[in-house]
């Protein structure tokens, strides 16, 4: 990591202010295991078992409450993004490192943890990947925030409902359909337009793999998974699909 201050993340350069920090990659860790165990718990604690495919769901489920905060900060720091992805672009040329991964090694004050300015640096370090994220007319930055806006409502219901049963399972189903659906053709839009302007080739061969493919294919799989479950949970009228 760069020894001036002044060069770090502006999450960094407030970590004097608190005695406990913590990595990047590990905060987000923690509250993606912190959400998912607790709908895995309480199905337990409500039905006395466990079922794979509400494991997976409630991974799911958390990873997109998280991923949804991060792109409210999409839409609350977007003039902050575009600064910062220069700075990055810079601090690459410079260093010859990956931006990605010198942010989420940063270690940060757990008093910053739901600040949008920290999480602002996801999208300014992914833009050096895809340029869409520093720019606000693409669809990639448009797509992200919408999802952001509209995702995090149905995602708690349905969480609720597939934990607890609660909901009539025609409810839940066509609820999942929709939110699902939605999920899985936003990916599939995203990597077509991801391909058809050409961006693949300012990047490298790994980072295309792992950046564009790695980090959205949860989505696109989880999506047709939980369309599965959707779909059942409406034909069968139950949530025998999900184990109760």
Same mark, same amino acid.
């Given at each position: 990591?760069s ?26 860790g ?30 799911f ?86 999802? %952001?806006?509209?995702? +995090?409502?149905?995602?708690?219901? @349905?969480?609720?409902? =597939?934990? *607890?049963?609660? #909901?009539p399972?025609v ?13 899985t ?5 995203y ?14 061969r ?6 564009i493919? %790695?980090?959205?294919? +949860?989505?696109?799989?989880?999506? @047709?998974?939980?369309? =599965?479950? *959707?779909?059942? #949970? ?11």
């Open positions: 990591m020894g001036n201050p002044a060069d770090r993340a502006v999450s960094e350069r407030g970590a004097r202010q608190s005695s406990v920090t913590i990595p990047v990659v590990l905060l987000a923690l509250v993606i295991a912190i959400l998912a165990l607790a709908g895995i718990g309480a199905r337990y604690y409500l039905h006395r078992d466990l079922n794979l495919i509400h494991a997976l769901l409630s991974l489920f958390s990873i997109n409450l998280l991923i949804c905060y991060w792109e409210a900060s999409l839409l609350l720091r977007r003039d902050y993004i575009e600064k910062r992805a220069e700075y990055w672009r810079e601090w690459k040329r410079r260093t010859g490192r990956a931006p990605s991964s010198e942010f989420l090694l940063t270690r940060v004050p757990l008093s910053k943890a739901l600040s949008p300015t920290l999480w602002a640096d996801v999208w300014a370090t992914y833009s050096l990947y895809d340029g869409s994220y520093a720019d606000r007319r693409t669809y990639g930055y448009i797509a992200d925030i919408a999802n %952001g806006i509209v995702t +995090p409502t149905p995602t708690l219901i @349905l969480y609720a409902a =597939y934990t *607890s049963g609660l #909901l399972a409810f839940a189903g066509i609820l999942g359909v929709m939110m699902f659906w939605q999920l053709h936003m990916t599939s839009a990597w077509i337009s991801f391909f058809l302007a050409g961006r693949q080739t300012r990047i490298s790994s980072e295309m793999y792992i950046y493919w %790695g980090t959205n294919c +949860p989505w696109a799989l989880s999506g @047709l998974l939980g369309l =599965y479950v *959707s779909v059942r #949970l409406v034909v069968d009228g139950n949530y025998g699909v999900l184990g109760m």
